[in-house]
């Protein structure tokens, strides 16, 4: 129970469905060693979960995982971002912390689910004599969470609950109000708690130090394709645009290359161009930023992406394409985005995923998401 009024209607939920229900409040931070702002409302998310427990009638305790959570989510970030990347913590806060951590906690206080306010739902089928677990986006469009989840596995998803799954936001509020709950109109929480109310960039400058270096922009005919007589195809399609301080022109400084992602428009601070600067790409060794004008600028549009063996992950092992096969799926490498049309091709290295159509700003370090409809089937980090 996070002290939302998700978790508070799941746990209603399952109550009205007959369930022995145990609140248990997620403590993940309190290192002000990296917490700038003293706006994460930690200590009021717990009061309002403890508020809805005495409410629901069930008992609640608090557990403690902010060591596990630096260890697996904080100290990825900083990483990730120093080497050029574009972490998402979320997926991997429910994949290290709640189905893994939390859900051990959670097991050994006996309880046989643990339960979530996740907008996905679950569904059993049998294949080939064995119980398998499908996990599917939920009913509610505007709110479906599956993606956030695409790194689950079965065993994890065997021991989950998804009690609002079914439902729609409003539907939720709904509920939430028709049975007197404190979070009914309180509203959602945005991005990790520990960083607060501040600019990445200010949190990251807690372990990443600045350093002055230059943006450069480049011209729409200025991308280099690194490419041999042993580039395959596929690998020429993934590979992102590579570029050269040599061929562009200095339009300003930065405070730090680690600091920025593909695609990113605001915080660059440079006036004085018919169109709109973006970042094309990050070169953290040269500490260089390459920028480009336009939303349409070439760069930023891809028409595929790699990901090696090492983070390929299958909720489906049963649908896992073998070396040397392809197949069509619904694919996505952000939260909320539409899903694309696409083609993996499963190879020795890892899987290419080539799309019918380019996808704008593809970022090493996201994770994509394939999908046979509303079924999430595995997912990766991309190279």
Known sequence: MSGGVDSSVAALKLIEEGYEVIGLFMKNWHDTSVTISDDCPWIEDSYDAQLVADQLGIPIQTIDLSKEYKERIVDYMFREYEAGRTPNPDVLCNRE?????FLKAALQLGADYVATGHYCRKEIIEVNGQKTYRL???????KDQSYFLCQVNQEQLSRALFPIGDMEKPDVRKLAEEAGLVTAGKKDSQGLCFIGKVKLPDFLQQQLKPKEGDVIEVEADHEI??????????????APYRYASSIGKKVGTHNGAHYYTIGQRKGLGIGGTPEALFVVHIDTKENIVYTGQGHD???LSRKGLFVPNDDVHWIREDLKLDIGAQKEFDVRIRYRQALSKATLFARENGIYVIFDKPIWGIAPGQFVAWYNGEESIGSGVIS
């Open 297 to 299: 600028f070439p760069g």
């Open 225 to 238: 394709y690194l490419r041999d007589d042993n580039t395959s195809d596929l690998e020429l399609l993934s």
């Open 97 to 101: 912390i709640k189905f893994d951590v």
């Open 136 to 142: 599917l986006a939920g009913k509610d469009g505007n």
